[in-house]
């Protein structure tokens, strides 16, 4: 248990579907991650949030929308997925130094 | 972010030490050297994170050589629960800085 919570932890959706991934902590951070892990490949990060503000996207098409409303939650809204988009989909929090991660959320896309 | 070079896997017996390597010869003076693990399927867990001292926790230790080019995890008493993906990472310690992960050693754990 790390303080950081994601739900769902299994999604499968069609491509028409449109549905939201939840993350929160429960650790004072002011920092907040979403991470892609396609099978076989490393992470890959997608989004930061400082503060409730996004300070990185890391070319992640627009079917992805992610959503900090403040520093404890963090969203992923998404619409029109690809079947290559099935995936673990991983948040973090941190302050400056180690982040920790939540469970995952396995998203499989039909 | 600074590049890290680890090797593909590892085996390891139970009940031994496990020495995991990493090369990071373009490491800059800022950076530190963190470790995690990913056990299969879960999100990745924290391990230990050093500058230029060795440091050690209840899970680790972390030697870092003095020019600081390359560092070693060790794992004093190695567990089947230690087979796992690790991950040497080098970043600056700040706010929303992100970790670039590379592939990782896989580490099994046999008894």
């Known amino acids: 248990e790390t303080g950081v919570t994601q739900t769902p932890r299994h999604l499968v959706m069609g491509m028409t579907n449109k549905k939201s991934l939840k993350c929160e902590q429960h650790?004072?951070?002011?920092?907040m991650y979403w991470y892609k892990q396609s099978a076989k490949k490393p992470l890959e990060l997608m989004f930061v949030?400082?503060?409730?503000?996004?300070?990185e996207n890391n070319s992640v098409p627009s079917r992805f929308s992610p959503e900090c409303p403040n520093s404890s939650h963090l969203f992923l809204h998404l619409h029109t997925l690809q079947p290559e988009d099935s995936a673990l989909y991983l948040c973090?929090?941190?302050?400056?130094?180690?982040?920790?991660f939540g469970p995952g959320t396995r998203l499989t896309v039909t | 972010d600074a590049k890290t070079t680890q090797p593909t896997s590892m085996d390891c017996a139970e009940g031994r030490a496990a020495n995991l390597p990493c090369n990071h010869s373009?490491?800059?003076?800022?950076?530190?050297v963190y470790w995690y693990r990913q056990i299969h399927s879960q999100g990745p867990q924290y391990i230990i994170h050093?500058?230029?001292n060795n440091e050690t926790n209840e899970m680790a230790s972390l030697i870092i050589t003095e020019d600081r080019k390359s560092s070693t995890l060790i794992l004093p008493h190695a567990t089947l629960r230690d087979t796992a993906v690790y991950y040497c990472?080098?970043?600056?310690?700040?706010?929303?800085?992100?970790?670039?992960f590379g592939a990782g050693t896989i580490l099994r754990v046999k008894s």
């Open positions: 973090a929090s941190s302050q400056e130094d180690e982040q920790y």
């Open positions: 650790l004072g951070h002011n920092a």
């Open positions: 949030y400082n503060f409730k503000e996004q300070t």
């Open positions: 373009t490491i800059s003076g800022n950076e530190y």
């Open positions: 050093g500058l230029k």
């Open positions: 990472i080098v970043r600056v310690e700040e706010y929303g800085n992100k970790l670039v």
